[in-house]
């Protein structure tokens, strides 16, 4: 799901292609993705984006005549900019906007329909979708605070909450907390202040950079390539792969659809947090260390 450095690029790259256009025509081939009826999107058709903006997640367009396109991407949404008058993909297209220098398609690369288009009148409406946490790059530590510590759960879902924090996913929150060398499953109110200030530093450090890298990676060019996953990272989508930092195995912790990663050396003081998948095939016989993990796993895996 695209976070808060590729939700700001996202809103930079569009400012500079369709900021200040009008909308020529639009092309809705989903049903799925338009969540409201009144006003109807037609009522968008031939406006003009007067600004683009970010709220948590969400990319807003502003409208001239009082309308907000609210578009939240969820996982597999994605922006692709194509010449004017490009055909939409049955397949993965949902929605394209025509405008006087090209076209702005909306996809959706899963068969789970998640994308949301929102059409909404008025500030008061668009303040809605503002769900109340603070947003990292512009809160003090005092605020960034009192709002982990509003509510007693691990770091992880604290992190991912956007009613706690504003813009974090899955992903950063796994870079994050890596950087601040805190363990996923650390409950916020048992955390000391200096726990909260490395937080607070690491929060504000790996999405500047990852902003400023993604900016940079994108240039003056249509960001593309929007993904969850980078090279670069330090241990998202790192399973079984070394930590930059102490080259211990990268852990993982899967839950439903979501996976958990972090690094037990310079994180939990190398206690494998358990991992439900793993669990069931150990059973009782969960270990306390990597060592132990490491061990068990051969001895299960011998002839």
Not at 214 to 228: D, I, N, S, W, Y
Request: proline share 5%; hydrophobic share 35%; glycine share 6%.
């Amino acid at each position: 799901m695209p976070e808060l450095p590729d939700i700001t690029v996202y809103v930079e790259a569009l400012t500079r292609l369709i900021g200040k256009r009008r909308i020529e025509t639009i092309r809705l081939s989903s049903p799925f993705l338009l969540r409201t009826f009144d006003p109807p999107i037609t009522d968008a058709q031939g406006k003009t984006i007067v600004r683009v903006s970010r709220i948590g997640k969400r990319i807003v367009w502003h409208l001239d005549n009082g309308l907000y396109l609210v578009f939240h991407l969820m996982v597999a949404g994605r922006f692709h900019w194509k010449k004017r008058g490009a055909a939409l993909s049955r397949k993965t297209g949902l929605v394209s906007f025509d405008f006087d220098n090209g076209s702005l398609f909306l996809t959706e690369a899963s068969s789970k329909k998640r994308a949301s288009l929102h059409v909404v009148r008025g500030e008061s409406a668009l303040e809605e979708f503002h769900q109340g946490g603070v947003e990292p790059l512009e809160t003090t530590l005092e605020k960034f605070a009192t709002a982990l510590r509003s509510e007693n759960h691990t770091l992880k879902r604290s992190m991912t909450d956007p009613r706690i924090v504003s813009g974090v996913g899955n992903a950063y929150s796994d870079e994050i907390l890596h950087s601040a060398k805190l363990s996923p499953v650390m409950l916020t109110q048992k955390m000391s202040d200096a726990d909260l200030k490395r937080l607070f530093d690491a929060t504000r450090t790996v999405l500047s950079q990852w902003t400023n890298r993604l900016r940079q990676e994108a240039g003056e060019k249509f960001p593309e390539k929007v993904t969850a996953f980078h090279d670069e990272m330090a241990v998202h989508g790192k399973f079984g792969k070394p930590c930059p930092v102490c080259a211990s195995p990268v852990q993982r912790i899967v839950r439903a659809e979501n996976e958990t990663n972090y690094c037990a050396t310079c994180q939990t003081d190398g206690k494998i947090l358990a991992d439900r998948s793993l669990s069931r095939l150990l059973g009782e016989d969960w270990p306390r260390s990597f060592d132990e993990l490491e061990e068990r796993k051969q001895r299960l895996t011998r002839p």
